[in-house]
């Protein structure tokens, strides 16, 4: 080295933002490569068995709301229905895994859930069974959730299901079918209102970690993906 050469600038540490960044990159990559090696489907494939199964638990919302308002809210056949399709809930999800997860099943899932559990609660309000405020108050966080991932979309981000927001929904699950169950929506329907007011507190829980979350989303300097 002479003496009038300036020594070599050393380079400068990534920033935290950086390093997490290509640490979730590295680890994406590892991720999808992995699911790669066994997946049956790309991202972008629209008909698949979970698809379908998640398709058929939207179409099952007008039976319920038919037979709710025809039959009566608490009914033996209600009940099994019922069980049939929130179980599907869990056998799309489990073949999603299995034969790789699509964009457009991260978007039909929980809009069904969504639509299937307000079409019944609408229904169990229109007889009576239940009152329509925590109906109301589930349906405007559902809402703003579908409008908040549709926004996501657009710009290219993911926005996977919270664990408390998978709570969410089987707790809201389990009190529909308390209440179509026969020995329970008969007889105790003031249980069943009292856990609805449980579901709708979860439900507002997570939308305001959603809005936590949509709020750095809108923000320039914020992250960029979610």
Do not use: C
């Not at 058929?56 to 049939?84: D, I, K, M, N, Q």
């Amino acid at each position: 080295m002479t003496a009038g050469a300036a020594p070599p600038a050393e380079p400068s540490p990534p920033s935290a933002a950086g390093a997490a960044g290509a640490g979730a990159s590295g680890a994406g990559a590892q991720l999808g490569t992995a699911g790669d090696k066994r997946s049956t489907f790309g991202p972008s494939a629209l008909l698949t068995p979970a698809n379908v199964l998640t398709i058929l638990r939207l179409l099952a919302t007008p039976v319920f709301v038919s037979l709710v308002v025809l039959t009566g809210p608490s009914t033996w056949l209600l009940a099994s229905l019922w069980l049939v399709s929130a179980g599907s809930d869990g056998v799309d999800g489990f073949l999603a895994r299995r034969q790789g997860a699509t964009t457009s099943g991260a978007f039909l899932d929980p809009l069904a859930d969504k639509i299937l559990v307000l079409g019944v609660l609408a229904s169990l309000a229109e007889v009576g069974e239940i009152g329509w405020l925590p109906v109301a108050l589930i349906a405007l966080r559902e809402f703003a959730m579908s409008a908040y991932r549709i926004r996501a979309g657009r710009r290219g981000i993911s926005v996977p299901a919270r664990p408390s927001a998978k709570l969410k929904t089987l707790v809201q699950d389990v009190v529909v079918g308390l209440a179509l169950l026969p020995p329970v929506g008969a007889h105790h329907a003031g249980l069943v209102r009292d856990l609805l007011w449980v579901a709708v507190a979860l439900t507002l829980y997570t939308g305001l970690e959603y809005a936590h979350d949509a709020r750095r989303l809108v923000t320039p300097a914020g992250p960029a993906s979610a």
